[in-house]
């Protein structure tokens, strides 16, 4: 009978052992929204400097999803990229002048540290295809009134097909590019160093003309973005390492920076000169200036 009980008391112990493991790894499985403050404190902490692992993580579908990772098929197909995915262009349906639909040089809006001061970074509207999902980039960072050049590697790592609706296999509701990226700033100005991280872009794929390409139809509603890098800034004379993280609209993993629900609203403790200029452009867009053209050169302090 003793020897019933320890097997019966061994078994229970098991059972409780594998009941545990499951329900830490669907803790941790969980997908939280990292762009919604009130959520993200719950599940992130703010003092972490890097979210590149987890970002990734959160683009990448899982089995409560139902998807199809396509990249494969894409380079079979010979298909091509739109420059748009890896550069700073941005689409514009009507300026002052009437005109609609057309690409303009522009600069993605950004954090950078403890204290998320604006960074802008452009990324030059040339992008160099040097092997199947790698793309080479050049372009500049800015913060305050510094400018610094940089080159850099975008590398795609999953195109992926995903469906809201599992009653609609026809009609997937929107494509996923997952990447990473390194961009390496000019040694020889001061300040500099080097951003890496985790990136991702929402496309669609033009079966017609065999290109992958941005998706412009998700612009204008709420919580919108797009294009997010999410990763670090490290310096190359002292090693210190900052959050970064930069893309279009709202930004993840910005915590109580953005308190906004609808649209991105700065808290106010984190209010300076740029980014009420932020506020500015945003509003009159009319106002932005094409800092990229200057001959500025500096460094991040």
Same mark, same amino acid.
């Given at each position: 009978?003793?020897?019933?009980? +320890? ?21 941790? *499985? +969980? ?6 403050y009130?959520?993200?404190? !719950? ?23 139902t ?8 380079? /079979? !197909?010979?298909y091509?990229?739109e /420059?748009?995915?890896? $550069?700073s262009?941005?689409?514009? @349906?009507?300026?002052?002048?009437? #005109? ?6 522009s ?10 001061? /604006?960074?802008?970074?452009? =990324? ?11 793309? !080479?980039?050049?372009?500049?960072? +800015?913060?305050?009134? *510094? =400018?610094?050049d940089?080159?850099?590697?975008? #590398? ?8 809201? #609706? ?12 997952v990447? $990473? @990226? =390194? ?12 951003f *890496?991280g985790?990136?991702?872009v ?6 017609? *003309? ?8 998700l ?7 797009? #294009?997010?890098?999410v ?12 959050r970064?993280?930069?893309?279009? @609209? ?6 109580d ?7 991105? /609203? ?7 000169p740029?980014?009420e ?12 200036i ?12």
């Open positions: 009978m003793k020897k019933w009980q +320890k097997i019966i008391t061994k078994l229970a112990l098991m059972a409780f052992l594998m009941l545990s493991a499951f329900s830490v790894a669907t803790a941790q *499985n +969980k997908k939280y929204n990292p762009f919604y009130p959520e993200l404190s !719950k599940y992130a902490d703010p003092k972490q400097m890097d979210f590149s692992t987890e970002y990734k993580q959160w683009l990448t579908p899982d089995a409560s999803q998807y199809k990772d396509i990249t494969n098929d894409i380079l /079979r !197909k010979g091509d990229f /420059r748009t995915l890896f $550069n262009e941005q689409f514009i @349906y009507e300026d002052m002048d009437g #005109r609609v639909c057309y690409y303009k040089q600069s993605f809006n950004g954090i950078l540290g403890d204290n998320y001061a /604006r960074i802008e970074i452009y =990324i030059n509207p040339q992008v160099e295809r040097t092997d199947t999902l790698t793309f !080479k980039v050049t372009g500049k960072s +800015k913060v305050k009134k *510094n =400018i610094c940089f080159t850099g590697e975008i #590398r795609v790592e999953h195109i992926y097909n995903i469906w809201e #609706r599992a009653d609609d296999p026809d009609c997937p509701d929107y494509y996923l590019m990447c $990473n @990226y =390194i961009f390496k700033e000019d040694e020889t100005q001061y300040g500099t160093g080097f *890496n985790t990136y991702g929402y496309c669609h794929i033009d079966e017609d *003309n065999k290109k992958v390409c941005l998706d412009i139809d612009g204008g509603g709420d919580g919108y973005n797009q #294009r997010n890098y990763g670090t800034w490290q310096s190359y004379k002292t090693n210190a390492t900052k970064c993280i930069w893309g279009e @609209y709202r930004l993840p993993y910005t915590f920076f953005d308190i906004g629900d609808g649209e991105m /609203r700065i808290n106010p403790k984190y209010n300076s740029e980014w200029q932020w506020q500015s452009e945003f509003f009159n867009p009319e106002e932005k094409s800092w990229w053209e200057d001959s500025l050169k500096g460094g991040k302090q």
